[in-house]
């Protein structure tokens, strides 16, 4: 065999490849109730200069290019054109860093156990019904 890969070694990463599939990932789960972060200077800016971008070229559906646009409007303003996003970002960062404190004061007490037991069993069902649905997928494939 000139350089490829046998058929032996090909079924075998195929294998591995859908075992790492069915696998879950070792991240924890997000949690819903956290605060999202804040949006920089850039990012309050460009929620502005999209909707006027909208307005002036209503043909447009490249996000590419609203992108290009704002990044380069951007950096064409001058730090006292920039002033009003930074200070709408640093609003936003307060609030954001107030509701932070609230989230992990809330955190660090505890979890309520109804919603422990709860959140285990709805994992449990789930795992019950994947593992007898891949059971049969496994068998008609045989």
Known sequence: MK?????????SAKL????????????????PN???RPASAFFVFMEEFREQYK???????????????????????SEAE???YVAKAEKRKAEYEKNMKAYNKRQAEGPKEEEVES??????????D???EGSEDEDDDE
Do not use: I, Q, R
């Open 55 to 77: 307005k002036d070229h209503p043909k447009n559906k490249s996000v590419a290019a609203v992108g290009k646009a704002g990044g380069e409007k951007w950096k064409s303003l």
């Open 34 to 36: 956290k605060p999202k």
């Open 16 to 31: 591995n490849v859908k075992s790492k599939a069915g696998k879950k990932s070792g991240k924890a789960a997000k949690d």
């Open 119 to 128: 959140e285990k069993s709805v994992s449990e069902v789930n795992d019950d």
């Open 3 to 11: 350089g490829g890969k046998s058929k032996s070694e090909t079924k």
């Open 82 to 84: 920039k002033a009003p």
């Open 130 to 132: 994947d593992d007898e």
